[in-house]
């Protein structure tokens, strides 16, 4: 078990916040989280992964709890597909990179998406037409009041777009320790989101390794590149309007890109950001990137504050052009 008061997040957010936490524990196995909860009562705390949807916009004055719990298992195979276990703080896309070696498919096209297993689990990360809600078949967790553990199948997480019961009902209620997914032995590639079957190398043979490149690239080209520009992804979720008012939006906006889902239509939040101008632009030393409007940015030395003033007036814009409300999808603490 790690322990450290008085911990600098700086490293700990891919907004590269200078924010401090009151304590940082990190635990190694099951047996060490059940054996600190009683440590936690009464007490303020966050569970973090890598840091990567997250936005501090002061000091944490409570305990951050992270999962040092690694591995991937091999559970089950059969001549079509096979059911891993991962560890809540393996890196996803190093199981993503462990997964194609070996030919196995269904996450490749979450390539490059930086964070921890547990929170893909919890975040249903998705990119490019999956999300890792279409391969997940249980995730077992721990819960931080009774220190019970238990397991949710995957209609228990009650999935939908960036969306579980661990981010509703039971927000801060559990700690994913172990995530089970399936993963098959038979190629079925997505390639029909944006440019990815138009960015495939011709002639090159379809397997899901060259997935995982095409896409690595395309969103090492729209993407400020984790390490090197402080961000959390897109900022914003896409939000989904009623049909009513997608056809009075498109009746003004007939380039206005959009998606059928099934509780209504997306519009792209980063398409109507881009049309507020507000791509590539500044306040203070928060920004909008210069490639994908939908992802704000540290220019340098940002705030938590600056990044949501920034916010602030980009969600103002839209509304006030749009009348759409558009939400943070970042975790803002
Ligand atoms: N668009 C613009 N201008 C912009 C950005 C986008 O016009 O500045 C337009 C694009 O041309 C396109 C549409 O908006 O027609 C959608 O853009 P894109 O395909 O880049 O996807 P997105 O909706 O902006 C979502 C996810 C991303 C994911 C991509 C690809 C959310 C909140 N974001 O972005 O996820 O990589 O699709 O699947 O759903 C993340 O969650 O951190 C993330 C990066």
């Known amino acids: 078990m790690i322990r450290i008061n008085a911990f600098s997040?700086?490293?700990?957010?891919?907004?590269?916040?200078?924010?401090?936490?009151?304590?940082?524990?990190?635990?190694?196995?099951?047996?060490?989280?059940t054996a600190i909860l009683p440590a936690l009562a009464g007490e303020?705390?966050?569970?973090?992964?890598e840091g990567s949807n997250l936005l501090f916009t002061?000091?944490?004055d409570g305990i951050m709890l992270h999962s040092g719990l690694r591995g991937i298992q091999l559970l089950e195979e059969t001549d079509a597909d096979v059911v891993v276990r991962v560890g809540a703080g393996e890196r996803f896309d190093d199981l993503i990179a462990w997964s194609v070696r070996l030919g196995w498919s269904g996450i490749e096209n979450l390539s490059h998406i930086p964070g921890e297993a547990?929170?893909?689990?919890?975040?249903?990360?998705?990119?490019?037409?999956?999300?890792?809600?279409?391969?997940?078949?249980?995730?077992?967790?721990?819960?931080?009041?009774?220190?019970?553990?238990?397991?949710?199948?995957n209609a228990d997480?009650?999935?939908?777009?960036r969306q579980s019961i661990f981010k509703q009902e039971l927000r801060g209620r559990y700690a994913v320790t172990y995530v089970d997914l399936r993963l098959s032995k038979t190629f079925t590639p997505h390639l029909d989101y944006g440019n990815v079957r138009a960015?495939?190398?011709?002639?090159?043979?379809?397997?899901?390794?060259?997935?995982?490149?095409?896409?690595?690239?395309?969103?090492?080209?729209?993407?400020?590149?984790?390490?090197?520009v402080g961000s959390a992804g897109s900022f914003f979720m896409n939000p989904v309007v009623s049909e009513q008012t997608f056809r009075t939006l498109q009746a003004s906006y007939?380039?206005?890109?959009?998606?059928?889902?099934?509780?209504?239509?997306?519009i792209p939040a980063g398409w109507m950001i881009d049309q507020c101008g507000w791509k590539g632009q500044t306040l203070g030393r928060a920004g909008v990137h210069a490639k994908q409007a939908l992802v704000l940015i540290n220019c340098g030395g940002a705030t938590g504050a600056e990044v949501v003033a920034l916010s602030d007036r980009i969600r103002a814009d839209v509304k006030q052009r749009f009348g759409v409300d558009i939400h943070p999808e970042v975790n803002i603490l």
Request: hydrophobic share 35%; aromatic share 10%.
């Open 9 to 33: 997040l700086l490293h700990h957010n891919t907004f590269g916040i200078d924010a401090q936490a009151r304590q940082y524990i990190e635990y190694a196995s099951e047996e060490e989280l």
């Open 44 to 49: 303020r705390f966050f569970h973090i992964g």
């Open 58 to 60: 002061q000091d944490y």
């Open 118 to 153: 547990g929170a893909a689990a919890v975040q249903n990360i998705g990119a490019y037409g999956v999300e890792v809600k279409d391969v997940i078949e249980r995730v077992h967790a721990v819960d931080l009041q009774s220190g019970e553990r238990r397991t949710f199948s």
């Open 157 to 161: 997480c009650h999935y939908a777009y």
């Open 199 to 228: 960015s495939l190398p011709e002639g090159a043979e379809l397997t899901p390794h060259l997935v995982r490149q095409v896409i690595t690239a395309i969103r090492r080209e729209k993407l400020p590149e984790p390490g090197e």
């Open 254 to 266: 007939p380039a206005m890109p959009h998606y059928a889902t099934a509780g209504g239509v997306k």
